[in-house]
């Protein structure tokens, strides 16, 4: 049986990275377009990468909570496929197999002349003056608003095949990802865990977990279990 879980900031908020639209969000303290938009690399690069630099020390400080260990868990009874708009790595670091990054991946850089040249980066750290092997700037492998997401037709293949559709700890708000969902089978099980439930049309077969990330996990894990095992 194969499960589709499509995550956002709100998952790793109990791993202390702060989400984009809640009280003391990013978005609170940074323009969006000032520091995640091509316009916005263009006429600021240094005000970029110091943004990305600061999420990286953050990121490398947080570890897995309990809802990405319980999703990797849960490999252990069901193919699990994880589709992120997250570009931390905590899934990856909980032991998940199979996660999509949708709006990229923050210890990933890539050239600005080529975007297929794409580099590891260890530590926190891209300046001005990191350049690729063709002699440009390197940038954060990042999703910016208004630009196109590779990875968006391998999501939709997976959740036209899956069993089982969880939503957990995104407001829905950022298309394309935000319209997975409209994807899924009429009559397959679909569960949304936050704990302030987004606005949504009426959908099928859609079961709402009103709990925080580790606690709506917990209780999606022993449904499913009880359910399906
Ligand atoms: N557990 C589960 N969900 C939580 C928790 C928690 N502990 N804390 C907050 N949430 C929920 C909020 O209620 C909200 O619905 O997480 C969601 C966070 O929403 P956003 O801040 O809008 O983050 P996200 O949906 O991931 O943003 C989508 O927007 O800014 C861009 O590219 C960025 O990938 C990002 C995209």
Same mark, same amino acid.
Request: aromatic share 8%.
């Given at each position: 049986?194969?499960?589709?879980?499509?995550? +956002?900031? +709100?998952?790793?908020?109990?791993?202390?990275?702060?989400?984009?639209?809640?009280?003391?969000?990013? @978005?609170?303290?940074?323009?969006?377009?000032?520091?995640?938009?091509?316009?916005? @690399?263009?006429?600021?690069?240094?005000?970029?990468? *110091?943004?990305?630099?600061?999420?990286?020390?953050?990121?490398?400080?947080?570890?897995?909570?309990?809802?990405?260990?319980?999703?990797?868990?849960?490999?252990?009874?069901?193919?699990?496929?994880?589709?992120?708009?997250?570009? *931390?790595?905590?899934?990856?670091?909980?032991?998940?197999?199979?996660?999509?990054?949708?709006? +990229?991946?923050?210890?990933?850089?890539?050239?600005?002349?080529?975007?297929?040249?794409?580099?590891?980066?260890?530590? @926190?750290?891209?300046?001005?003056?990191?350049?690729?092997?063709?002699?440009?700037?390197?940038?954060?492998?990042?999703? @910016?608003?208004?630009?196109?997401?590779?990875?968006?037709?391998?999501?939709?293949?997976?959740?036209?095949?899956?069993?089982?559709?969880?939503?957990?700890?995104?407001?829905?708000?950022?298309?394309?990802?935000? +319209?997975?969902?409209?994807?899924?089978?009429?009559?397959?099980?679909?569960?949304?865990?936050?704990?302030?439930?987004?606005?949504?049309?009426?959908?099928?077969?859609?079961?709402?977990?009103?709990?925080?990330?580790?606690?709506?996990?917990?209780?999606?894990?022993?449904?499913?279990?009880?359910?399906?095992?």
């Amino acid at each position: 049986m194969k499960i589709v879980v499509l995550t +956002g900031a +709100g998952i790793s908020a109990e791993s202390g990275i702060p989400t984009f639209r809640d009280n003391n969000g990013l @978005w609170e303290g940074y323009s969006a377009m000032e520091v995640a938009s091509p316009e916005g @690399w263009n006429s600021n690069p240094k005000l970029v990468l *110091d943004f990305y630099n600061e999420r990286r020390k953050n990121a490398l400080s947080a570890s897995p909570n309990l809802g990405h260990k319980i999703l990797a868990d849960l490999e252990k009874h069901f193919e699990v496929c994880i589709i992120t708009q997250n570009i *931390d790595n905590l899934h990856e670091r909980a032991g998940s197999s199979t996660v999509i990054h949708l709006h +990229g991946e923050l210890f990933k850089v890539r050239s600005t002349v080529d975007e297929t040249s794409i580099y590891d980066l260890t530590g @926190w750290e891209l300046n001005l003056g990191d350049l690729c092997d063709k002699g440009s700037q390197l940038r954060p492998h990042v999703v @910016w608003f208004g630009e196109p997401v590779p990875m968006m037709d391998l999501a939709i293949r997976e959740v036209l095949t899956t069993d089982i559709f969880v939503v957990v700890g995104t407001s829905l708000a950022v298309y394309p990802a935000a +319209g997975l969902i409209h994807y899924v089978g009429q009559a397959t099980p679909k569960f949304i865990i936050d704990p302030k439930i987004p606005e949504l049309p009426k959908i099928p077969n859609l079961h709402f977990i009103e709990k925080i990330g580790s606690e709506g996990l917990l209780e999606l894990q022993q449904h499913l279990l009880d359910t399906f095992k």
